[in-house]
């Protein structure tokens, strides 16, 4: 039986939205927006008050499928020498050996490797942290913000809040035990947008 051309058409429309909807359930990899995304750590200074840092440069992305829990992961690379405090001198004692030691260990990875969804937006990031060359578990307590295409730049965008709780002795940072608490807590803002592949030019692999 001969095909019409309307026919072709619909069948072209139907194989489109088809591929188009296996690509949107697919899960999507994002790169970190370093304007809207903020990494922020708080301690306690003697009950006096919360000492408030952040790290100005972090990069990675993660992966996200809102269907598929499996599938996300999350990879946080932390430039250890962006610490800023607010004041230089604090900044240069905190990066020296018996602190940080930016010198030997300029980086700090998160590796996020299983999701655990809560409900109502809500879901845990289980991974570990390396820093000082110790690693630690780790455990975000994520809120999913939202998901979908951003109106200004209409790429593909996720946003989440997440905060965590850390020993900073148990990553190598047991100095002034008493004066600064050893409980730091985390707070973080991330915005990711999807890691589009580049397109290959001509003559290169």
Same mark, same amino acid.
């Given at each position: 039986?001969?095909?019409?051309?309307?026919?072709?058409?619909?069948?072209?429309?139907?194989?489109? +939205?088809?591929?188009?909807?296996?690509?949107?359930?697919?899960?999507?990899?994002?790169?970190?927006? $370093?304007? &809207?995304?903020?990494?922020?750590?708080?301690?306690?200074?003697?009950?006096?008050?919360?000492?408030?840092?952040?790290?100005?440069?972090? &990069?990675?992305?993660?992966?996200?499928? $809102?269907?598929?829990?499996?599938?996300?992961?999350?990879?946080?690379?932390?430039?250890?020498?962006?610490?800023?405090?607010?004041?230089?001198?604090?900044?240069?004692?905190?990066?020296?050996?018996?602190?940080?030691?930016?010198?030997?260990?300029?980086?700090?990875?998160?590796?996020?490797?299983?999701?655990?969804?809560?409900?109502?937006?809500?879901?845990?990031?289980?991974?570990?942290?390396?820093?000082?060359?110790?690693?630690?578990?780790?455990?975000?307590?994520?809120?999913?913000?939202?998901?979908?295409? &951003? $109106?200004?730049?209409?790429?593909?965008?996720?946003?989440?809040?997440?905060?965590?709780? +850390?020993?900073?002795?148990?990553?190598?940072?047991?100095?002034?035990?008493?004066?600064?608490?050893?409980?730091?807590?985390?707070?973080?803002?991330?915005?990711?947008?999807?890691?589009?592949?580049?397109?290959?030019?001509?003559?290169?692999?």
């Amino acid at each position: 039986m001969p095909i019409s051309i309307r026919s072709t058409r619909a069948l072209a429309c139907a194989l489109t +939205l088809a591929v188009a909807g296996a690509a949107a359930a697919a899960p999507v990899e994002y790169r970190f927006d $370093p304007v &809207h995304s903020t990494l922020l750590f708080h301690a306690d200074h003697m009950g006096f008050s919360t000492s408030v840092g952040r790290f100005a440069r972090w &990069h990675g992305g993660f992966t996200y499928d $809102p269907d598929d829990p499996g599938a996300n992961r999350a990879d946080v690379r932390i430039e250890i020498a962006s610490l800023d405090l607010g004041d230089a001198g604090w900044n240069r004692t905190m990066l020296s050996r018996k602190w940080f030691d930016a010198a030997n260990f300029p980086e700090a990875r998160f590796l996020g490797t299983r999701w655990e969804p809560l409900g109502e937006g809500r879901a845990r990031l289980h991974g570990e942290l390396t820093l000082k060359g110790r690693s630690a578990p780790l455990v975000l307590e994520v809120r999913v913000n939202r998901i979908g295409t &951003h $109106p200004y730049t209409l790429k593909a965008t996720a946003g989440f809040s997440a905060q965590a709780t +850390l020993s900073r002795a148990a990553l190598g940072l047991d100095a002034l035990a008493g004066t600064l608490a050893d409980a730091v807590e985390l707070r973080i803002e991330v915005e990711g947008q999807w890691a589009q592949p580049r397109e290959r030019r001509p003559g290169k692999r």
